[in-house]
């Protein structure tokens, strides 16, 4: 089986190394947007081949799009344009409404099977892939009612043998829990870091004195904006509800704290260490 | 040299571990409010005898105050009132202003050292204790020149022995960089744990779906109040100009997405992302 992946960058190039990893392609294409991406991935092992968007469905059996998700509903018509009945195309993207809605009514849309893979870091392109990534970690797949039983067979097999724990629902429904489990953790971390970099002009003291709590709810402010406004672009309205309730419940906090309101305080605190439940 | 931690849990314990692994104290004796902690912390092996507070300055040469920061100072004067001038208090808390105030006209004054060692984790009381902890990490010093040099060098030597490197600045400036760079983690933490708790009501959705970077995120948000609450309400000042600048920046960024000012938000990430070069 030939897999072709487009988009090499940090999922997309994970990706790869996970199928060489399991031996689950014999040749692995990839196609990106920029020449340098595609010489870099070329140069780092993580395709044997680069090939022209255009090629994908002639020399893949499997296309995987993992480029930003403002970009995968036109890819995703374009490679349906353009499949036999025994391909499959698949998307790694962290939003589900706008394609699913988009590819409806392909009359090739039972050959598609949208996926998001719950995994990644706030590095970007071929240099972020990394070994072993996805590996424990969960996929999502929306809408398999509208794809064929085998090709939905096919690519959870693909996720299940590198590591994942396949999930369904709807898309509707994943979007709006993305919106809470990863979207708006992304939203914190870069405004605080901005509020961080406004406020606090001395860098060399935040690097000094910045423990391990500070990097960990900051780092995600490294992410990628090419990756990342796309997602909260398409997933607005669940994300502006998100947004709204977490400035709601921040402000709840600071009238708490300037009127000394401990007894507040503590319940918002107590409450907020019940997450200690939900997580390891 | 005897030394007596007074509060057996996250840092103290840790700190007693330190100590130990280095040799630095013949004998380790620790004080804790809670009986069932002070146990805990003995079979742990933390340390070699459990006393009572009004003995630490009879056995110990040094006494380190690791409790929270609404108790060190009347501790620290206490003990400040029966040591002998060859004997050492510090303390180790989150917050400074406020106990080099309470503790600045005390005649023994120059026998206390005011230390914040720049570690911890989410996780509190003696359990939590781990080896190894502080290393790598800085440690800052306020207000020296009220000590004694001898008292800061000895103080300093115990620090940098377990890998911490010093730092020294005023208690003030101390107060307004840890809102930045530790206490407002804390509270965005907080208060996106109580946001996704209060809509998103399936757990099992969060457990399922939560990439690394929600747990990272909101991984402080399993701290404890009894060490929290009295961080906030000591650096409240500090912390409400914090806290305003960020729910501003958060505005800013809910408004340019509620209008599709997509210029706007790449601004703001972009911005964001410059704390790539602060962070390593």
Known sequence: MNICI???GLIGGSFALALRKHSL????????????NAAKALELGLVDEVVEFEKATEVADIVALATPVDTIPQLA???LNHIEKSQIVLDMGSTKEELCEIIS?????????????????EYSGPEAAVEGAFRGCNVV???VEKSDAEAVATVEGLFRTIGMSVMEMSAE???????????????TSFILATTVLEKERESETILNLAGGGFESTVRLAKSSTDMWLPIFRQNKYNILDVLREYIHQLEIFRKA???DNSEELRRIILRAN???????
């Open 6 to 8: 487009v988009g090499l």
């Open 105 to 121: 009514l392909h009359p090739h849309r039972n050959r598609f099977v949208a996926t998001h893979p719950m995994w990644g870091t």
């Open 77 to 79: 018509i374009k490679l």
């Open 274 to 280: 019940e997450i200690r439940k939900i997580l390891k």
């Open 257 to 259: 704290l300037e009127r």
């Open 173 to 187: 429904k994943h979007d709006l829990h993305a919106a809470y489990v990863s979207h708006i953790s992304h939203i």
């Open 25 to 36: 392609a014999e040749r692995i294409y990839g196609v990106d947007a920029s020449p340098r």
């Open 141 to 143: 797949l929306c809408e």
